[in-house]
């Protein structure tokens, strides 16, 4: 699921009492951030608070997070220099749902775990294909032409 142009979620909803996988490459992660945190919590007055560093790979920084029973996951993120990515001062919040525990059966026959789990593969694979054209969208142009340049976030 994208939440945003530069944060995804490695399902399409999220769920009380599952895991969840984040991929970030909003602002800090362009400007050149070398550690990257996710500062999270749940519900309207932001119970169980987290800090969890992120880990930098070639697609961003991510994370794997817990979802408690709550109503809402809330998040930002703050790198080395203690420098924010908080939406704007709105934070990231999300609506998580409650777990459904009916079993669907399609005309009666069992869905196996092998198709579940090639679906879900093929899924992930759409995901990061989406997230490596962005890249080359945003970043070629800026290469070819000589233009390409950090921004330094404490200039803006």
Sequence with gaps: MELTKNIFFNTD???ENSK???SYTGILFQNGSND???HYGFGSNWDNVNDV???KTELGF???VELISSDTFNFCFYNEN???DNNNGSNYIFTIEKN???LIVLDDEPVSLGTARKLRKSYIWSKKIRL???KIITYLPKLISGNYRKKNLSQS
């Design 13 to 15: 909803k999220l769920v």
């Design 20 to 22: 969840v996988k984040i």
């Design 36 to 38: 990257i945190s996710i």
């Design 53 to 55: 560093k992120m880990e």
């Design 62 to 64: 991510q994370t794997e």
């Design 82 to 84: 203690n420098e924010w």
């Design 100 to 102: 459904n525990l009916e």
């Design 132 to 134: 490596a054209v962005y």
